[in-house]
């Protein structure tokens, strides 16, 4: 056997592997993630390495192959835990083990640290003022204001004292070493606002706060499962506004004092200021942030800090899961149903299962929570594999919204053409009167949804990607694939007709009807054009929060998880945008969408109110969603799953090739295809036949396409996929290995890619 062993871990080296020889008495610890030590260059010099993949072919003459000197005894660090994940990783998702691996250390070595230099005296304080004594008579005017300084204060900051002083390095150069000395400390970045801190700060440390009967119920029963060394994944199913946080938090609370760090997940980047500044103020300085907004230093910084045992506690989404806490003792994992913990890039991981892989590697605890927990998750609680806990009533003064369902068509045949049904208008009125806060959630950014002409039927698309471009009000389409902008038209260009105009809303349409029909009120919008610049979400949730603004308008991002309690009224406009999205998951992801703005309204001691627009209200998500019966949308969705053989009930595999000619890419597909049939046949018991659906894992996998994908072409790039379905997940990753391998070995789209997607969570 021979070891792939990377001798350098940093995301700019991963490409750098040496290969060795392993040696008889070695293999049974010689494994992937392990360290070891390993003769390097061409004298004796002997380094530490990390394997990071075994194989049985040499890549040289096997004589000229060196043996690994040594797996060190106990010698399982962060660094071997994560490069185990990440091969972990590789092989459950589908990626190249460098691309894994960039995944779990994302931060370059090559960043440069800040630090911190101070001028201090290496000479008694009676010979300092000789120096002083002796530069005033020789008119050395800069070294006498320095000495006088270091005789005032005794310790002066570097960078400070030049500018200050008026002093040059080269002013210094005569006195160090002999007077004075020029010491540095490594300063971090550190992410949290400076004002935050100061202001939590002046606060102090908050009070623990009072859990009630259910909450303590489940957060002592955790803590003891805990303590008793049982690390069994739990569910927290919690209504909005049942106080899911403070049960975090005081699990958080035992496990720190254990001595143990933690990892809080959070889907959205625009969380993370309200999060923060939460545990911030319970948990003090121990805590810290990683997002992607962060500047690649202030990331690394956060590794650091986090590896030296310098913080306890990370906060952020998705990539925060991979901090190198080296005594992780807890994963949190709050609004476990968001879409944004399924990676859309290579390696396309899911942060559930990842996290609990993480978790059985260092013995750590996993714990989910969410008003609207994934189907698949849900399932897994009630088969027992997760303990499910449930929290069905809100915390404190808050109660439950009324729900109204107005239907869009009897808004119509009443020549009521606002995007405001009567009701909402009057509701807003009335609450903009009591000067209580309005939020406004569509699922749609821009202008518009689309450009059309009415008279030919002509849709105006992107060039580069097949679709359709969209509208924003400063006259541009913008493609929001690829990023694609051009002028809009005043001729459709296909019949010279004036008739072409933008379909469909968005938040900024939105917007403009609040201020025609509401002109006193005060407005922000929160969506993904406003929140560009790296503190957007933060400006634009503080002077919401602050009452600076009457009515909210956004997307997605302000119905999750914000709270604000003087929101009193939340109006949901077009519920059923994301109802007939050609995915699986449509219904689900509408029922959490409707029922997680709903439960922004009436968070304080308030009554609130929701209004759900909708063409649809008969259908069963919306009902359910107005009902705020999490219970009967899954026995209904998982029915629909099961009918279907849609994840959870089977798991899906797509394979996605791309390629600049559509012909190639139709070719490779098939070609796919093809390979999966002979690999499969030569796998499958003989004389078997069964179908998808059957009980047991011998069912026939079920293959569909290869089809032009749903976002046919992107960026100039043609897309079709082929699918794979099956009960067993295992089947479909030991299929998932051989097509690999065949790709390795023929590469049938060179220039092109093949991707892999389990249980997708975008439609392809």
């Given at each position: 056997m021979y070891a792939d062993i990377i001798v350098d871990i940093s995301s700019e080296n991963l490409d750098k592997t040496y290969q060795y020889r392993i040696p008889e008495e070695l293999a049974g610890r010689a494994v992937v993630g392990a360290p070891v030590i390993i003769p390097f260059g061409r004298g004796t010099r002997t380094i530490r390495g990390y394997i990071v993949g075994l194989s049985e072919e040499p890549k040289l003459k096997p004589e000229k192959i060196k043996p690994?000197?040594?797996?060190?005894?106990?010698?399982?660090?962060?660094?071997?835990?994560?490069?185990?994940?990440?091969?972990?990783?590789?092989?459950?998702?589908?990626?190249?083990?460098?691309?894994?691996?960039?995944?779990?250390?994302?931060v370059k070595k090559s960043v440069k640290q800040q630090v911190a230099r101070r001028i201090t005296a290496v000479c008694t304080?009676?010979?300092?003022?000789?120096?002083?004594?002796?530069?005033?008579?020789?008119?050395?005017?800069?070294?006498?204001?320095?000495l006088n300084a270091l005789l005032l204060e005794g310790s002066l900051n570097y960078e400070e004292t030049l500018r200050s002083l008026n002093l040059t390095a080269a002013a210094l150069k005569p006195l160090i070493g002999r007077v004075i000395q020029i010491e540095g400390d490594t300063v971090f970045r550190n992410p949290i606002p400076e004002g935050?801190?100061?202001?939590?700060?002046?606060?102090?440390?908050?009070?623990?706060?009072?859990?009630?009967?259910?909450?303590?119920?489940?957060?002592?029963?955790?803590?003891?499962?805990?303590?008793a060394g049982i690390r069994k994944p739990c569910l927290i199913h919690g209504v909005t506004g049942s106080g899911k946080t403070e049960v975090y938090m005081e699990i958080i609370d035992a496990v720190v004092k254990a001595g143990y760090q933690v990892i809080m997940l959070i889907p959205e980047i625009a969380l993370t200021y309200q999060t923060v500044c939460r545990f911030y103020a319970r948990f003090g300085e121990r805590v810290s942030v990683m997002n992607s907004r962060m500047s690649a230093?202030?990331?690394?910084?956060?590794?650091?800090?986090?590896?030296?045992?310098?913080?306890?506690?990370?906060?952020?989404?998705?990539?925060?899961?991979?901090?190198?806490?080296?005594?992780?003792?807890?994963?949190i994992m709050d609004e476990e149903h968001e879409g944004s913990y399924k990676s859309e890039m290579p390696p396309k991981y899911h942060a559930r299962e990842t996290a609990i892989e993480r978790a059985r590697q260092c013995g750590a605890m996993v714990?989910?929570?969410?008003?609207?927990?994934?189907?698949?998750?849900?399932?897994?609680?009630?088969?027992?594999?997760?303990?499910?806990?449930?929290?069905?009533?809100?915390?404190?003064?808050?109660?439950?919204?009324?729900?109204?369902?107005?239907?869009l068509r009897e808004e119509l045949k009443a020549k009521n053409r606002s995007i405001f049904s009567r009701r909402l208008r009057a509701m807003m009125e009335d609450r903009l009167q009591k000067k209580q806060q309005i939020m406004l959630f569509i699922n749609r950014r821009g202008f518009a949804g689309f450009v059309s002409c009415r008279s030919c039927g002509h849709v105006?698309?992107?060039?580069?990607?097949?679709?359709?471009?969209?509208s924003h009000n400063d006259g541009s389409l913008v493609c929001h694939y690829c990023g694609h902008r051009q002028s809009a038209p005043k001729l459709c260009p296909e019949c010279g007709s004036p008739y072409i105009a933008g379909f469909g809303i968005g938040t900024q349409k939105v917007e403009a009807m609040v201020h025609k029909e509401f002109p006193g009120a005060r407005v922000v919008?929160?969506?993904?054009?406003?929140?560009?610049?790296?503190?957007?979400?933060?400006?634009?949730?503080?002077?919401?929060?602050?009452?600076?603004?009457?009515?909210?308008?956004?997307?997605?991002?302000?119905?999750?998880?914000?709270?604000?309690?003087?929101?009193t009224l939340v109006g949901i406009l077009a519920a059923d945008l994301s109802l007939y999205a050609s995915d699986y998951r449509a219904s689900e992801r509408t029922f959490e969408l409707l029922l997680q703005a709903a439960g922004r309204a009436g968070r304080g001691s308030l009554a609130g109110d929701v209004v759900i627009q909708t063409y649809h209200p008969e259908h069963y998500s919306i009902q359910a969603a107005a009902r705020g019966s999490y219970e009967e949308f899954y026995h209904r969705e998982m029915a629909y799953r099961r009918m279907l053989g849609y994840p959870p009930a089977s798991h899906i595999m797509v394979v996605l090739v791309g390629a600049k000619q559509e012909e190639k890419a139709e070719q490779t597909a098939a070609a796919v295809k093809e390979k999966a049939e002979e690999v499969l046949?030569?796998?499958?018991?003989?004389?078997?036949?069964?179908?998808?659906?059957?009980?047991?894992?011998?069912?026939?996998?079920?293959?569909?396409?290869?089809?032009?994908?749903?976002?046919?072409?992107?960026?100039?790039?043609?897309?079709y996929v082929v699918y794979f379905r099956h009960r067993d997940y295992g089947k479909l990753t030991a299929l998932k290995d051989s097509l690999e391998e065949w790709i390795e070995n023929v590469n049938p789209i060179s220039g092109g890619s093949i991707q892999f997607d389990f249980d997708p969570m975008v439609a392809y």
């Amino acid at each position: 056997m021979y070891a792939d062993i990377i001798v350098d871990i940093s995301s700019e080296n991963l490409d750098k592997t040496y290969q060795y020889r392993i040696p008889e008495e070695l293999a049974g610890r010689a494994v992937v993630g392990a360290p070891v030590i390993i003769p390097f260059g061409r004298g004796t010099r002997t380094i530490r390495g990390y394997i990071v993949g075994l194989s049985e072919e040499p890549k040289l003459k096997p004589e000229k192959i060196k043996p690994i000197t040594a797996v060190p005894e106990g010698g399982i660090v962060i660094e071997s835990r994560l490069i185990s994940l990440a091969y972990w990783i590789k092989q459950n998702y589908g990626a190249s083990m460098n691309e894994a691996l960039r995944t779990v250390i994302p931060v370059k070595k090559s960043v440069k640290q800040q630090v911190a230099r101070r001028i201090t005296a290496v000479c008694t304080r009676e010979e300092l003022t000789r120096e002083y004594e002796e530069a005033l008579r020789k008119k050395y005017a800069a070294r006498a204001r320095l000495l006088n300084a270091l005789l005032l204060e005794g310790s002066l900051n570097y960078e400070e004292t030049l500018r200050s002083l008026n002093l040059t390095a080269a002013a210094l150069k005569p006195l160090i070493g002999r007077v004075i000395q020029i010491e540095g400390d490594t300063v971090f970045r550190n992410p949290i606002p400076e004002g935050v801190r100061e202001t939590l700060a002046n606060q102090g440390n908050c009070p623990r706060h009072v859990l009630n009967e259910r909450q303590q119920r489940i957060a002592d029963s955790i803590i003891k499962d805990y303590e008793a060394g049982i690390r069994k994944p739990c569910l927290i199913h919690g209504v909005t506004g049942s106080g899911k946080t403070e049960v975090y938090m005081e699990i958080i609370d035992a496990v720190v004092k254990a001595g143990y760090q933690v990892i809080m997940l959070i889907p959205e980047i625009a969380l993370t200021y309200q999060t923060v500044c939460r545990f911030y103020a319970r948990f003090g300085e121990r805590v810290s942030v990683m997002n992607s907004r962060m500047s690649a230093g202030e990331r690394f910084d956060q590794s650091v800090r986090a590896k030296e045992g310098l913080i306890d506690i990370m906060i952020g989404p998705r990539s925060a899961l991979f901090t190198p806490f080296p005594k992780l003792g807890l994963i949190i994992m709050d609004e476990e149903h968001e879409g944004s913990y399924k990676s859309e890039m290579p390696p396309k991981y899911h942060a559930r299962e990842t996290a609990i892989e993480r978790a059985r590697q260092c013995g750590a605890m996993v714990v989910m929570g969410s008003a609207t927990p994934s189907i698949e998750a849900y399932s897994r609680a009630v088969k027992g594999e997760y303990t499910l806990y449930r929290l069905p009533e809100r915390a404190g003064a808050g109660t439950p919204p009324s729900v109204w369902v107005e239907d869009l068509r009897e808004e119509l045949k009443a020549k009521n053409r606002s995007i405001f049904s009567r009701r909402l208008r009057a509701m807003m009125e009335d609450r903009l009167q009591k000067k209580q806060q309005i939020m406004l959630f569509i699922n749609r950014r821009g202008f518009a949804g689309f450009v059309s002409c009415r008279s030919c039927g002509h849709v105006m698309k992107c060039p580069h990607c097949d679709i359709s471009l969209t509208s924003h009000n400063d006259g541009s389409l913008v493609c929001h694939y690829c990023g694609h902008r051009q002028s809009a038209p005043k001729l459709c260009p296909e019949c010279g007709s004036p008739y072409i105009a933008g379909f469909g809303i968005g938040t900024q349409k939105v917007e403009a009807m609040v201020h025609k029909e509401f002109p006193g009120a005060r407005v922000v919008r929160m969506d993904a054009d406003t929140t560009r610049t790296k503190e957007g979400h933060e400006q634009i949730l503080k002077a919401f929060a602050a009452g600076d603004a009457d009515i909210l308008i956004g997307t997605q991002m302000i119905v999750k998880g914000h709270d604000f309690h003087r929101v009193t009224l939340v109006g949901i406009l077009a519920a059923d945008l994301s109802l007939y999205a050609s995915d699986y998951r449509a219904s689900e992801r509408t029922f959490e969408l409707l029922l997680q703005a709903a439960g922004r309204a009436g968070r304080g001691s308030l009554a609130g109110d929701v209004v759900i627009q909708t063409y649809h209200p008969e259908h069963y998500s919306i009902q359910a969603a107005a009902r705020g019966s999490y219970e009967e949308f899954y026995h209904r969705e998982m029915a629909y799953r099961r009918m279907l053989g849609y994840p959870p009930a089977s798991h899906i595999m797509v394979v996605l090739v791309g390629a600049k000619q559509e012909e190639k890419a139709e070719q490779t597909a098939a070609a796919v295809k093809e390979k999966a049939e002979e690999v499969l046949a030569g796998s499958a018991p003989a004389g078997r036949e069964a179908r998808v659906g059957e009980s047991g894992t011998d069912a026939l996998v079920s293959i569909i396409g290869p089809a032009p994908a749903a976002l046919a072409r992107a960026n100039d790039v043609y897309r079709y996929v082929v699918y794979f379905r099956h009960r067993d997940y295992g089947k479909l990753t030991a299929l998932k290995d051989s097509l690999e391998e065949w790709i390795e070995n023929v590469n049938p789209i060179s220039g092109g890619s093949i991707q892999f997607d389990f249980d997708p969570m975008v439609a392809y």
